[in-house]
């Protein structure tokens, strides 16, 4: 199984700061990657597949970034709304597996 | 639009089988893969297994030996059944569109 290390497991940051998330696969992932924002008591939502694609209706001031084993998540000018706890997915093969999570507080 | 909802029993005893519904619309699943992710609570999210659109199906390494995912294609129905459940199962419990559309969830406690 594909392992998918995140760092950091948690991230308090001030408002339009620039926020940066990873995530590192065990093995080349191939750009099969996709970002997810979770709130408390919600469903995970999509930001970003394909390692670079914004999902629709996602500010553009998420993007994402890296090939290979390593990939990246860049929140531009933090906003009130971002907060939350963000993961990582591969589908590159199955069995699909999630990094362990990254928790971001408003500072 | 497309739409996800799970249903289930809520509280199952442990060494019991979980039975689980993904009731869909707006699209086929002949055409799209479900997915069922959980989340036990205060943790982070766990890919359970996939039925793809032409059926055949993916398991979560640790849990494969317990598990069994199938579909009935006529009423859009996906069906989860994982057997001797633990306390560590207790969980919200996700079906999903291809990782992309979500359902609400549904949260299986396991208790005696």
């Known amino acids: 199984d594909i392992q998918m290390t995140q760092s950091p497991a948690s991230l308090s940051a001030s408002l339009e700061e620039i926020v940066t998330i990873t995530c590192q696969a065990s093995?080349?992932?191939?750009?099969?990657l996709s970002w997810y924002q979770q709130k408390p008591g919600k469903s995970p939502h999509l930001l970003i597949h394909?390692?670079?694609s914004l999902a629709d209706g996602v500010p553009s001031r998420f993007s994402g970034s890296g090939s290979g084993t390593q990939y990246s998540l860049k929140i531009n000018r933090l906003q009130v709304e971002d907060t939350g706890i963000y993961y990582c997915?591969?589908?590159?093969?199955?069995?699909?597996?999630f990094g362990g999570g990254t928790k971001l507080e408003l500072k | 639009q497309v739409q996800l909802k799970e249903s289930g029993p809520g509280l199952v005893q442990p060494s019991q089988t979980l039975s689980l519904t993904c009731t869909v619309s707006?699209?086929?699943?002949?055409?799209?893969?479900v997915h069922w992710v959980r989340q036990p609570p205060g943790k982070g999210l766990e890919w359970v297994g996939a039925?793809?659109?032409?059926?055949?199906?993916d398991y979560n390494s640790a849990l494969k030996s317990r598990l069994s995912i199938s579909r009935d294609t006529s009423k859009s129905q996906v069906f989860l059944k994982m057997n001797s459940l633990q306390t560590e199962d207790t969980a919200i419990y996700f079906c999903?569109?291809?990782?992309?559309?979500w359902g609400q969830g549904t949260l299986v406690t396991v208790s005696s």
């Open positions: 093995q080349d992932i191939g750009n099969y």
């Open positions: 707006g699209f086929s699943l002949t055409s799209s893969s």
């Open positions: 394909g390692a670079t």
């Open positions: 039925i793809w659109n032409g059926g055949s199906t």
């Open positions: 999903t569109r291809w990782l992309v559309a």
């Open positions: 997915l591969q589908y590159y093969s199955a069995p699909r597996t």
